[in-house]
């Protein structure tokens, strides 16, 4: 299978790849790793006329202890993450998630910004970022902005990026000491998620779903029900409260939901260990 | 466009479209055909080669993104008639039956030895999900990865 023709130009810094994206319109789209872009364009799924390949920008990956949290570059790889030493002292949940990412090929190639970016809401990093609530920074040609995850995802594969804007960072709280789970349910080792759910608890309790519905989300009647004194068993019952998840070849909506509540009991019970 | 490539050790410079995806160029252009097409979805690992020294798959890559850069493939791995250690490991413990995502276990091994030099035997699981072999020789093959890190010591 081989992607429908385009045009191909290599940014070597974010300002030349806006750049490109201005001339360009929504003709383009912008090339990290490739692990989200390049199956869709071999499906023709997307046909994009220019591809703007941001994969060299080295200036954007990077780990950086900021004080109360960490920054780290969009175009940082996820084998970069899950080797990193500053993610192990502030934020472990970040490694362990970086590394159930794909396989090792992928996590060779694929990137946090180009997962974010994509807003597939089977991917496993947008939930944990969720969870985490983390900030991401956006440059555009007039400009930076700072959305919130919350915000950040709004429907199937789209987020609040505007064709002429690049992710550059994501800015993650540490969380050191953070009880954490992610249990993800998947026919395959190295397949996405059939669903899947993450427990943060570090003080309160969040919780996030991977594949309920068009974004990652977070799983809003269990953190309330926990916080009104529900044990873990009862809270899990409110998982697919508010979801909205899709039938396909490898579940019905239903048996999701099941997979939901059982998943974040367990990843519950497995974060207050 | 133009692209230059390493390629086992010997620089290539091609024309390609900017769609070529780096397994066809390595196949077509280069004309080194041990590497192999399996699912061309990502998932099966039989194209997989070293791009500077790490496990990709060469069906989810544009030949345009590795240019600079050096490759590696199945062919480029021997020193003549002596086989690299990953090579004779798979041979020794009868790696392979129909043999057809060997190219890319022994690539991917390659790779992960060079992350986990002392690997057990679930991290040679883990290292080796994103590879399928449809013979199901799973056994084997863990057991050549852990003789070949094995002989590497």
């Known amino acids: 299978m081989i992607p429908a023709p385009f045009d191909y130009v290599r940014a070597s810094s974010a300002d030349e790849a806006i750049a490109a994206l201005a001339e360009h319109g929504d003709e383009a789209k912008l090339l990290a790793g490739g692990m989200s872009l390049l199956p869709l364009m071999k499906l023709r ?58 396989d090792n090929q992928v996590r060779h190639r694929g990137t946090i910004g180009g997962s974010v970016s994509h807003g597939d809401p089977a991917s496993d990093l947008p939930a944990l970022l969720l969870a985490l609530d983390a900030a991401f920074v956006v440059r555009g040609p007039v400009g930076e902005r700072t959305v919130s995850a919350t915000e950040f995802f709004r429907g199937f594969l789209e987020t609040v990026l505007e064709p002429d804007e690049l992710l550059t960072e994501i800015r993650v709280p540490k969380a050191p000491e953070a009880g954490f789970s992610y249990q993800k349910f998947q026919r395959r080792a190295q397949d996405w998620a059939i669903v899947g759910a993450m427990a943060v608890r570090n003080g309160g309790t969040r919780v996030a779903l991977v594949n309920m519905g068009g974004t990652p989300l977070r799983a809003v009647a269990v953190e309330e029900a926990l916080t009104s004194g529900a044990s873990i068993e009862e809270a899990a019952q409110h998982a697919a409260d508010g979801t909205d998840p899709s039938g396909d ?24 260990g | 466009m133009r692209i230059d490539i390493t390629v086992n050790g010997a620089s290539q410079r091609h024309d390609v479209e900017p769609r070529t995806l780096l397994v066809q160029y390595l196949r077509d252009a280069a004309g080194l055909t041990g590497t192999k097409v399996g699912c061309d979805t990502s998932s099966c690992g039989a194209c997989t080669v070293l791009v500077d020294g790490e496990s990709v798959k060469s069906c989810t890559m544009l030949a345009a993104q590795a240019d600079g850069s050096e490759i590696t493939t199945i062919e480029g791995l021997a020193r003549g008639d002596d086989l690299h250690p990953v090579q004779t490991a798979f041979h020794e413990e009868h790696a392979l039956q129909c043999g057809f995502c060997t190219a890319g276990m022994v690539m991917a091994t390659v790779s992960l030895l060079d992350e986990i030099p ?5 991290d040679v699981r883990l290292g080796l999900e994103g590879n399928l072999c449809r013979c199901t020789g799973y056994h084997n093959i863990v057991r050549a990865v852990l003789a070949a890190a094995e002989a590497r010591r």
């Open chain 2, 118 to 122: 002392n690997p057990s035997e679930r």
């Open chain 1, 249 to 272: 070849i490898n579940a019905t909506p239903e048996y999701r939901e099941h997979l939901a509540r059982v998943l974040v009991r367990r990843a519950l019970d497995a974060a207050s």
């Open chain 1, 45 to 102: 799924l997307a046909t994009p006329a220019m591809l703007v390949d941001v994969g060299r920008v080295r200036e954007l990956s990077y780990v950086r202890d900021a004080g109360d949290h960490i920054e780290v570059g969009a175009l940082t790889r996820h084998r970069d993450l899950e080797t990193n030493d500053v993610l192990a002292a502030h934020c472990p949940p970040l490694r362990t998630v970086a590394s159930e990412v794909g």
